[in-house]
């Protein structure tokens, strides 16, 4: 398996402008997790899914922010319009169920986001 | 609302040298307890992982163990090396449900 995937690895844009980051969680992986991780706040949950059906998104910011998991092999994060506040790397994880095998966590390589 | 701390935030140590990194989490009814290192501009690996009901795991000159009585966990590792400079981050999940809750991390830097 080529572990979780994410893209793009890098994104500038400019304020104001829709961004959308993306990524392919571990086949047979019925979690899926997306965190923020900056200097000042460290890594924040933002929102997970269990099997493609969000469960808590009480993390997210604010109505700027949206993510969509549409199949059990592709997740969205959207954020619209961007600030410059966004700016941060944006980590997809994902995990088996428990008890079902090794039910750790595995991490994408992250999107490094910069809002100007 | 569990919280994770971790203590020291930034360690340097000399090659060789065995140290310590420390975790304490507020709540200890935890479902198990994961460390990860983090590699500059890098993703997350986990380098171990803990169940509840265990004290102990091992990998290589890596060992973590867990109090869950008293709210800690520790990861030893025996024989520093220059790469093993990296961030430690430790994170405990409170149900087999629920997400990671993570700590700030522990930049560790070893001097050759």
């Not at chain 1, 949206?66 to 059990?72: G, I, L, R, V, Y």
Request: charged letters at 20%.
């Amino acid at each position: 398996d080529a572990g979780v995937i994410q893209s793009p690895r890098h994104e500038v844009t400019e304020m104001g402008q829709e961004v959308t980051l993306r990524c392919k969680p571990i086949s047979g992986h019925d979690y899926l997790f997306w965190y923020r991780q900056t200097m000042m706040r460290g890594l924040e949950l933002l929102i997970y899914f269990n099997n493609n059906v969000p469960i808590d998104d009480s993390g997210m910011p604010e109505d700027r922010f949206s993510a969509k998991m549409p199949n059990a092999s592709f997740s969205t994060l959207k954020i619209q319009p961007s600030e410059p506040r966004d700016s941060a790397v944006y980590f997809c994880a994902s995990s088996s169920v428990p008890g079902e095998g090794h039910y750790g966590y595995t991490f994408g390589s992250g999107t490094r986001l910069t809002v100007v | 609302k569990q919280e994770v701390t971790q203590i020291p935030a930034a360690l340097s140590v000399p090659e060789g040298e065995n140290l310590v990194l420390n975790c304490s989490f507020t709540d200890s009814a935890i479902y198990n307890l994961q460390w990860f290192r983090q590699d500059p501009g890098k993703g997350l690996t986990s380098l171990l992982l803990i169940q509840s009901s265990q004290r102990e795991q091992t990998s290589g000159r890596l060992n973590a163990s867990l109090d869950k009585s008293s709210g800690r966990s520790t990861l030893y590792i025996a024989a520093s090396q220059p790469g093993d400079s990296a961030t430690y981050l430790c994170a405990v999940r409170d149900s087999g449900n629920t997400p990671l809750v993570f700590g700030k991390g522990t930049r560790l830097s070893v001097i050759a």
